[in-house]
């Protein structure tokens, strides 16, 4: 199976800062078929981005996706109040579908 | 507006059995492949099982294979999970979540609430 490493664990940031996280893939996945999710406490994961940079509808256009082959970034481009979360990847080019470990955007 | 609401959660011993039932409604049910998601207290996503629209594909991660036994009925507008010989390491919160598409088991377009599973003796 596909193992997806996320980079940071934890990621320190200031509301207005801009978030980098990273998502590597232990082989390549095809098609860039790859999935951002957000998900904060007490709550179901929401999709972000499909098709490795397709935002979901009603995603903010801070949010963008980018990436092929084993290297996948989600970057947001100035962080909102709402945005310290957790952020995991998804691939589903290959089965069984696998998530990476999550990276936590927390605020500084 | 989707809506998936699961229900069957609860405390079970280790080696009983379980049924998670999650109903849909706000969309062409039979439309769209399913998923099972489960999430440990205080861990990441793991994707548990997928379904087509039409029951042809079905597939598992590794750590159910053989346990767990995913099904639907689209009469019913109603996705299930169907959770043997339980471990204590199957405790977690059980997301359902509708795929994008019909039939690839894709990504997960929109996710239920969850129910709790918490298997311990």
């Known amino acids: 199976e596909i193992v997806l490493t996320q980079s940071p664990g934890t990621l320190s940031l200031s509301p207005g800062d801009r978030a980098t996280l990273s998502c590597r893939a232990s082989?390549?996945?095809?098609?860039?078929?790859l999935a951002w999710y957000q998900q904060k406490p007490g709550q179901a994961p929401r999709l972000l981005i499909y098709g490795a940079s397709a935002r979901a509808t009603g995603i903010p256009d801070r949010f963008s996706g980018s990436g092929s082959g084993t290297d996948f970034t989600l970057t947001i481009s100035r962080l909102a109040p709402e945005d310290f979360a957790v952020y995991y990847c998804?691939?589903?080019?290959?089965?069984?579908?696998?998530f990476g470990q999550g990276t936590k955007v927390e605020i500084k | 507006e989707v809506q998936l609401v699961e229900s069957g959660g609860g405390l079970v011993q280790p080696g009983r059995s379980l049924r998670l039932s999650c109903a849909a409604s706000g969309f062409a049910f039979d439309d769209y492949a399913m998923h099972w998601v489960r999430q440990a207290p205080g861990k990441g996503l793991e994707w548990v099982s997928g379904i087509s629209w039409n029951s042809d594909r079905i597939v598992y991660a590794d750590s159910v294979k053989g346990r767990f036994t995913i099904s639907r009925d689209n009469a019913k507008n109603s996705l299930y999970l169907h959770m043997n010989s339980l471990r204590a390491e199957d405790t977690a919160v059980y997301y359902c979540?509708?795929?994008?598409?019909?039939?690839?088991?894709?990504?997960?377009?929109?996710w239920g609430q969850g129910t709790l599973v918490t298997v311990s003796s």
């Open positions: 979540a509708k795929d994008n598409g019909r039939f690839h088991l894709e990504y997960c377009q929109h």
């Open positions: 082989q390549s996945v095809s098609s860039r078929y």
């Open positions: 998804q691939q589903y080019g290959s089965t069984p579908r696998t």
